[in-house]
Structures are given as structure tokens and as C-alpha cells.
């Protein structure tokens, strides 16, 4: 059971760590909960049905289609995110100035909202389809302990994605955005580096040479730490260089579009201030 | 908009950069075999040559889903029951690298000799 349970921990964690960032950077947007729930409901339709084609999508582009798929899948959140990050440059100051005036609920876009059940969808479908699959080979392998296992990981990763959570919202407001802005940026660029390392995996784009280090010995990836680590920053043991150089070009692009963006909003903002919380 | 237009470039220069990618990887790498029975990989230790990319073919001949996965040279790959898939690996420097069969870890343990 102990073995069921810390597989379906591992998965959990990685999409609770995601969940976890994207939910606290959307705080004080209406329907967050709703929009949450409805990600987290869409994620793992998208799983079983992820697994139920997994034959389908492993034959397409000559037999890297599962490479190809999941880098599909991280790049869209990757752009989500830089979408959102891109959005609270421009609304974040506003956003946490009528938070403290009112402490509650604030008048904003669609964005966050298609922004979290995206990226909390992708998420979940991700690493949802690889604990269907793992409990499919069970069940045909007629393994018991499998509802213990189940509940005992889903319950471990989503207290940790909680703390996390609860940890993030004890930031002072006035660091807030800033705080979860700069852990989206770190989050982006970790899951391009990903989408990479499955690309290179299919062949489909060259390594650029051997690893740049090896830092496994310190931090191993397998660990609970390295994993978390992966997760939220990209952390990899032994980086292709190919996976650094697109880690640091997503961050850059990244801070930039952010810059651009504040720059723009507080133009408007100090022209009309008014139509800032608009857009 | 100009986050959009810079969204949009680096969307490009990514593509364009896949695109060169596949030119230039024209040689056809080495290709190696693996197989999974009973929840083991035959064989269980691999040599494979250092500084070169090589093709692994792991063939699952069980009647479960594996994913293959190695932490040592960082590749995951989902294989279905009594299907083949195929993982680019390296180039990696002589050592020895370990990689597992994350849904039967018990069992389902390699090393990757790269010599």
C-alpha cells in the first residue's frame, strides 16, 4: 500500500505545488473557488481520457507522440502563465491597493479566471493520466490496498500543496504580487525547460552537448526536496544545456513583457484612472 | 499590446530553432534494446558509448503499463502494455546511470553503463 500511496504522492505533489502558486496569484478574484474546483474537475476528465488514448497518442509523429503531447501540454500553461504575469503587471498595483482598502473582492477581467482553470486543468490532466494509468496496471495486476493508496498520496500531496498555499498568503499585501509574480516567472521557465527536456527525449531538438553539471550527488532529484525544487523552479540535476539556455530565455522574456506592461498601465493609470481596472 | 507581439516572437524563434534542430540531427544514432518481463528489465545493465547519442527501444512484453524513468539522465516515458517505445538518450559522460521502472520500482531496476 505504502508504495501505491508514495507513487500517487509524487504525482499530486507536482500538480499541487502548480495549483497551489496559481491559486494564491489570483487571490481576490471572484469565483476563484469555483474556477479552482472546475480546473481541478476538467483535469481529471482530461486525464482518463488522456490515459484511455494513451495507445493513440504514443503512435503519432512516428512513435514520440507522448513527448510531443506533453511538451504541448507545458507550453500551454507556460503561456497562460506568462499571459497572467503579463496582466497583473499591469492590474497587480490596483489590484492590491482596493484589496486593503476594502480587504475582499475586487472588480477584474476574465483573464485570471481562464488563467487558473487552464493551468490547474493542465496540470491535473498531466499527472493525472500517469496515476490512471499506474492504477489500470494494478487493478489488471490485481494488486489490493488500491482505494488506501489512492486516498492516503492524494491526501499527503494536497497538504503540502495547502501549506504552501497558506504559506504564500501570510506575505504582507504589499509584497504579495511582487512575491507570487516572481514565483510565476520561476514556474514558467521551469516548465519550458521541461517541454524541452521531452523534446530532446523525442529527438526532435538536440541537447546542445552533455549536462552542464551534476549536482545529484547534493540534490537528487528523486528526493522530496530536489522534486519540489523541479517543480517550482525547474531544478534539474543534470541540465542539457539546451534546458538552461530556454530557462533563462523564458525568464527574460518574461521580466521584460512584465516591465513593458507596468510601464504601459502606469501611463494609463495616471491618464484615466478609472478605466486601469478595465481591461 | 506589445506582451502579445513578444509572446508571440519567442513563440516563433522556438519553432524556428526546433526547425533548424531537425536538419541538423540527420546522422541516425546508434540503437539499443531493452525489454520488460515480469516487472524486470532484460537486461538489467546496459552499456551504451559515451559522448553519443544513442536510441533505446524498450519493448514491454508485460501485460501492464511501465513508465521508464531515470532520474540519473532524466527521461520519463509511459510504456503500454505489450508495445515498444523509443527514447533518445545522451550524449552523457562515462559513468553509470540508473533508471527504474516507476510503476513496479521494486523490481524494475537498470543501470545504464556508458563507457
Redesign the interface.
Known sequence: ML?IAL?VFREVLEAALIVSIVAAATRGVPRRGAALLGGIGLGVLGALLVALG??RI?ALFS??G??VFNAGVLLAAV?MI??HV?WMASHGRALAMQMQDVGKSVRTGASPLTVLITVVALAVLREGS?VV??L???L??GAGHLGAGLALGLAAGVTIGLLLYFGLLRIPLRHFFGATNALLILLAAGLTADAM?F?????????L???LWDS?ALL???SLPGQALHVLVGY?????PVQLL?WL??AL?LG??MR??SK?AHRTHSASPQRAMTG | M??RI??LV??VL?LA??GT??T??AAE?PSFRLAIVNHRFQPATLTIPA?T?V?LVVENRD?????FES?????E??I??N?R????V????PGRYRFFG??N??TAQGVLRVE
Not at chain 1, 523534446?199 to 541537447?207: E, R
Not at chain 1, 534539474?236 to 542539457?240: I, K
Not at chain 2, 545522451?90 to 559522460?93: D, E, F, Q, T
Open positions: 508504495a507513487l494513451a495507445g504514443a512513435g514520440v507522448q513527448e503561456l506568462a499571459w503579463i500517469e494509468l499506474f489500470y496496471g494494478l489488471a495486476g527536456a523534446l530532446v527525449q523525442a529527438d526532435l531538438l538536440p541537447a552537448g552533455e549536462p545529484s537528487s532529484e528523486h534539474s540535476a543534470r541540465p542539457a530556454v530565455a523564458t522574456l521584460i513583457g513593458i506592461a504601459a | 506589445p506582451h513578444s509572446i519567442s513563440v522556438a530553432a526546433m534542430a531537425r541538423a540531427v544514432p559522448n547519442k536510441k501485460a501492464t503499463p511501465e513508465e532520474n540519473d539522465f532524466d527521461r516515458k509511459i503500454l502494455p508495445s517505445a523509443v527514447i533518445f545522451g550524449p552523457l559522460p516507476e510503476f520500482p521494486a
